[in-house]
T-cell receptor, first 114, second 112 residues
């Protein structure tokens, strides 16, 4: 399968713990996006990478959140000191890096903070 | 700031009915508009993408139209089937970093 993959698919953690999610984009894609989706809502933009450079971060991304994309390949999203409000589906998408093209989404990581 | 609205939030129709899902957006300076399908607890599946220069796109029983000047798009589903039951999300690509802005989605239920 050459699509976008995410790991883990599900994560249950206790409040205050740190969690890290991984996204592997389609191999030739330069752009990588993270979105967050809460129940009953559409996905909301969190952050975006062009190769290894993080070019934009949403105000939704508090100081407890950090994302990296070393070497412009896979990306990780870490949440420190998780809160119950962090419970959501975290979606990763990638695209070639040219305007007007499709973003391809991974299956998402569902996080539940107890 | 771009905002995308989808109304109603939920829709229930009998099998076989043709239906239209509506999407509106506030800023017409978009690169493209995309319709997605999402099954419960799953990720997003892209259905149709309409470039800003296009008026419509078709795939099988699905047809999506775009009126960029009025900030509207419709997704037409012909001869609906129970397997079409899902949440349908509209998203527009805009801004310097080409991020997607999504609506909240329309949850469709097709009754056998």
């Amino acid at each position: 399968d050459t699509g976008v993959s995410q790991d883990p698919r599900h994560k249950i953690t206790k409040r205050g713990q740190n969690v890290t999610f991984r996204c592997d984009p389609i191999s030739e894609h330069n752009r990588l996006y993270w979105y967050r989706q809460t129940l009953g809502q559409g996905p909301e933009f969190l952050t975006y990478f062009q190769n290894e450079a993080q070019l934009e971060k949403s105000r939704l991304l508090s100081d407890r959140f950090s994302a990296e994309r070393p070497k412009g390949s896979f990306s990780t999203l870490e949440i420190q000191r998780t809160e119950q409000g962090d419970s959501a589906m975290y979606l990763c998408a990638s695209s070639l890096g040219i305007y007007q093209e499709t973003q391809y989404f991974g299956p998402g990581t569902r996080l539940l903070v107890l | 700031k771009q905002e995308v609205t989808q109304i109603p939030a939920a829709l229930s129709v009998p099998e076989g009915e043709n239906l239209v899902l509506n999407c509106s957006f506030t800023d017409s300076a978009i690169y493209n508009l995309q319709w997605f399908r999402q099954d419960p607890g799953k990720g997003l599946t892209s259905l149709l993408l309409i470039q800003s220069s296009q008026r419509e796109q078709t795939s099988g029983r699905l047809n999506a139209s775009l009126d960029k000047s009025s900030g509207r798009s419709t997704l037409y589903i012909a001869a609906s089937q129970p397997g079409d039951s899902a949440t349908y999300l509209c998203a527009v690509l805009s801004g310097a970093n080409s991020k997607l802005t999504f609506g909240k989605g329309i949850t469709l239920s097709v009754r056998p």
